[in-house]
């Protein structure tokens, strides 16, 4: 049996023959588009369906006249120009042209004009195509004066707006918005503040985005010069449409979190105004009672010596006047039970709850109290917050004490006559997971033998005499132990003592 063999594949030649003449006259002729064949003076020779029901013109009517006829003279003489110039390069031209329809009315035209060369290589004709893009302009130009309407309201408005793509590129935000670039010295404010008020939002915004939406959470601003600012921030999921040719068939959108940050300070100012006047209050309150402790608490310390000689006395007298002894050991009782009594009249530390608080508005508040001791000692303060920290679990109060109680320190270790150097430096920064605190002074330092006994209760290093008269900064120790945090001493750049705090940002112990 022969072999099959594969029919031939037909050349370009053959379907061109396969091709009726007629066939390309009728697509000229019935096309959509306005189609008009000139000579090289501009003269119409041909004119489709399309062309007459754009312009008006049948086509006994338009051949014959000049493409000119078509023109409302208010396009710029200087198109016509570049038009030419292109076509007797033997290049093809296209643009917009304002064309007037016989009737008398105007309409926008889209214009594509190419020259037709003989074998020659000379210009024959022109092929003219357009078609009438008046309302596609109108709608242009409505969409653009509402692109333009909106984006002045949404830059004259008081909040700022951010809105940011599922990779979390901001792709809108206003002038309110491009201001906090410099007031939070940060590329993107947007991701300071979801990563402060939202940790989990960068993965969220990939996956579900409704875990990235909540409303009116407060976020405080500081800044080492100026007032702090408070920031209420909102955070809501929208659709979008996509612009990727791949999406023209999709009806679903792409997801996008819209950021609103007002701008609160004046209204926290006046809250902030009427709670300083209560915390000083309350401060100084504590700092009482605190007093009156420290001073039963060192009472208590020192009638505990003379009573443990005693008791050693007694084992002593006891093998050689048990009479003697016993008296003593009497006495002894009853001392004791008068100390026991003197102990439970020591006022207890307040008992707080546990609430979210701003480390940096804690500082200012210290640093407002203090502000008349620092004026007094001729003392500067260098304060360089964090312009944003995250809220940390503690006790308010506590926490107040315990950096009133560091700034005090350093002020009565500056403080000594004829001291040069004044200077108090303030620094709060986030650190991997933890926040630290820097209280640093200028002043004398301390002893590296003396830092661990700092700790100790009723330490103090003024005067140089490390005696125990005082509680020092066990107090303090205790408050940075109760929320779980660390404390230490060293020198400062200065050759002053530094009081480095530190606590976890979740609240565990470090």
């Known amino acids: 049996m022969p072999a099959q063999t594969q029919p031939e594949t037909p050349s370009l030649q053959d379907l061109k023959d396969l091709l009726p003449p007629d066939v390309y006259r009728q697509a000229v002729s019935q096309a959509d588009l306005a189609i008009s064949i000139t000579d090289p003076k501009a003269r119409i020779l041909y004119a489709n369906d399309s062309f007459s029901r754009i312009t008006g013109y049948s086509a006994e009517e338009i051949v014959g006249l000049n493409e000119s006829v ?4 208010t396009t710029p ?29 105007t309409y926008l035209a889209e214009v594509s004009i190419t020259p037709v060369h003989n074998a020659a290589g000379e210009i024959t004709h022109f092929l003219g195509m357009h078609r009438d893009v008046t309302e596609l302009h109108r709608l242009e130009r409505s969409l653009r004066n509402h692109k333009h309407l909106i984006e002045s309201v949404v830059d004259a408005a008081p909040v700022a707006f951010a809105l940011l793509d599922p990779a979390g590129r901001v792709v809108l935000d206003n002038q309110e918005y491009k201001k906090l670039v410099t007031d939070m010295r940060a590329k993107e404010p947007a991701h300071r503040l979801l990563d402060a008020l939202a940790p989990e939002w960068y993965e969220a915004l990939a996956g579900d985005i409704r875990r990235c939406e909540f409303t009116n959470r407060e976020m405080r601003l500081d800044s080492p010069v100026g007032r702090a600012r408070w920031l209420s921030v909102s955070a809501s999921a929208i659709e979008m449409h996509n612009d990727c040719a791949d999406s023209y068939f999709c009806a679903a959108g792409q997801p996008g979190l819209l950021l609103v940050i007002s701008d609160i ?23 009482r009672t605190a007093a009156i402790r420290e001073g039963l608490s060192a009472a208590v310390f020192r009638l505990e010596e003379p009573l443990n000689v005693m008791a050693s006395a007694i084992a002593v007298l006891q093998r050689r006047d048990p009479g003697s002894a016993e008296m003593l050991r009497h006495v002894l009782e009853t001392s004791r039970e008068h100390v026991e009594s003197l102990r439970q009249v020591i006022p207890q530390s307040p008992q707080e709850m546990v609430v979210r608080v701003n480390l940096n508005e804690i500082l200012r508040d210290v640093l407002e109290v203090c502000t008349a001791r620092l004026l007094k000692a001729g003392i500067t303060v260098d304060w360089q917050p964090s312009a944003v920290l995250p809220p940390l679990p503690g006790r308010p109060l506590q926490l107040r004490m315990l950096f009133k109680a560091l700034v005090e320190n350093a002020i009565e270790a500056m403080n000594v006559k004829g001291w040069p150097r004044r200077e108090l430096q303030i620094k709060s920064e986030v650190i991997d997971d933890c926040i630290r605190v820097s209280v640093l002074d200028s002043g004398p330092g301390i002893p590296m033998e003396w830092r661990h006994k700092a700790f100790e209760p009723f330490f103090t290093a003024k005067n140089g005499s490390g005696k125990h008269i005082g509680t020092g900064l066990s107090r303090a120790q205790q408050v940075v132990a109760d929320h779980g945090g660390i404390i230490d001493l060293d020198e400062s750049p200065s050759g002053g003592c530094a009081a480095i705090v530190e606590f976890r940002v979740d609240g565990d112990p470090i």
């Open 77 to 105: 003489r200087e198109l016509y120009q570049e038009m030419w110039t292109a076509l007797q390069a033997h290049q093809p031209w296209s643009g917009k042209l304002l064309n007037k329809r016989k009737c008398g009315g």
């Open 265 to 287: 300070t004046n209204l926290r100012e006046e809250q902030e105004r009427a709670k300083g006047a209560a915390l000083k209050a309350s401060l100084a309150d504590e700092e």
């Open 70 to 73: 078509l023109s409302n003279h």
